[in-house]
């Protein structure tokens, strides 16, 4: 069993996928696996994606996918923010991001 259906596995048994089409579950994208595993699985699972995808890769994910929807994964972003890319003052850090996107969606 690959990784992807590992993750895919564990996050349909927490129902993370209630609203997909069932057809499409086991090839969603790999930002959106990223962001339900970040939202919807254990710190463990967490710590398992850290060892097995590109930290840029997961950041990435991150910014797009979550921190994007501020405030609503706010605590989530925070905790993200600080245990796993060492930033030192998530709230600032958030702050700006949320910023730079509030930008680019403005052009």
Do not use: C, G, T
């Not at 699985?41 to 921190?67: C, G, H, Q, T």
């Not at 989530?76 to 949320?98: D, G, S, V």
Request: no cysteine.
């Amino acid at each position: 069993m690959s990784l992807q259906e590992y993750y895919i596995n564990k996050l349909k048994d927490v129902n993370a996928f209630w609203s997909y089409d069932s057809s499409v579950i086991n090839s969603i994208d790999e930002e959106v696996l990223i962001e339900n595993v970040l939202i919807h699985l254990e710190f463990e699972d967490i710590i398992l994606l850290f060892n097995n995808y590109p930290k840029s890769k997961i950041k990435a994910a991150w910014i797009n996918r979550l921190v994007r929807q501020e405030p609503m994964y706010h605590n989530l972003n925070n905790m993200i923010a600080l245990l796993f890319f060492n930033i030192k003052n998530p709230k600032r850090y958030l702050q700006r991001k949320k910023k730079e996107i509030l930008k680019s969606m403005a052009l």
